[in-house]
């Protein structure tokens, strides 16, 4: 019913740049809120970034000051920009949108920071 689809990823060296890209699709009457998360090798998924309806930006701490999440003009749409990128960064990147009922994820985006 809903669609969640990244793009963006690839490979860049150590303090390189990377922007992602969300976009919802589908039977969408309202979001709650979009954010990004990601799984590195023979880790646990871990929260990134989040993107309240409010407006409200949240960052987890190991990329404050690195990484942006914005809005995009078209609807149902979020970036991650992503600067000062670091080996440990090198993920597997998920797009999560959340509505009143249920949450969806994206299939995923690999990003690998690596000289």
């Known amino acids: 019913q809903v669609h969640v689809v990244e793009s963006g990823g690839g490979l860049v060296q150590p303090g390189g740049s990377l922007r992602l890209s969300c976009a919802a699709s589908?039977?969408?009457?309202?979001?709650?809120?979009m954010g990004w998360y990601r799984q590195a090798p023979g880790k646990q998924r871990e929260w990134v970034a989040g993107?309240?309806?409010?407006?409200?930006?949240n960052y987890a701490d190991s990329v404050k000051g690195r990484f942006t999440i914005s809005r995009g003009n078209a609807k149902n749409t979020v970036y991650l920009q992503m600067s000062s990128l670091k080996p440990e960064d090198t993920a597997v990147y998920y797009c999560?949108?959340?509505?009143?009922?249920?949450?969806?994820w994206g299939q995923g985006t690999q990003v690998t920071v690596s000289s």
């Open positions: 999560n949108v959340r509505l009143v009922t249920t949450t969806y």
């Open positions: 589908g039977s969408i009457f309202s979001i709650n809120a």
């Open positions: 993107l309240a309806s409010g407006g409200s930006l």
